[in-house]
C-alpha cells in the first residue's frame, strides 16, 4: 500500500513528516511501533488522526496511515 505514494508525500500533516522520513525511521532507527515512530520523527504526536484509521478523527479522512506504513515495513 505505502507504496505507491511517493516517499515526499506527506503523512502526517500536523507535524509535516513525509512517508521517506517514517521509512527511515523504521529501516535504519529499528522503529517498530507508533510510540517509536512519534519518538523518533514526532509524527503522531498532535492530532493523532495520522496513525491509524481509528485514531482518525478528522472530516477529510487520511490517506495513508503510520499504522499501515508500519504493518508493511517492520519485520520481525
Ligand atoms: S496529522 Fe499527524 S498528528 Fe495530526
Partial sequence: ???NFPHSFIV?????VSLGEIIYAIKEKGAKNLEDIENITDA??????CRSAKDDIGEQKM??????????????
Avoid: H, T
Avoid at 502526517?12 to 509535516?16: A, F, G, I, R, S
Avoid at 503522531?44 to 488522526?49: E, R
Avoid at 490517506?63 to 520481525?76: H, P, S, T, W
Fill in 12 to 16: 502526517c500533516e500536523c507535524k509535516q
Fill in 1 to 3: 500500500m505505502a507504496r
Fill in 44 to 49: 503522531g504526536s498532535s492530532c493523532g488522526c
Fill in 63 to 76: 490517506q495513508l496511515y503510520i499504522e499501515d506504513i508500519l504493518n508493511k515495513f517492520v519485520k520481525e
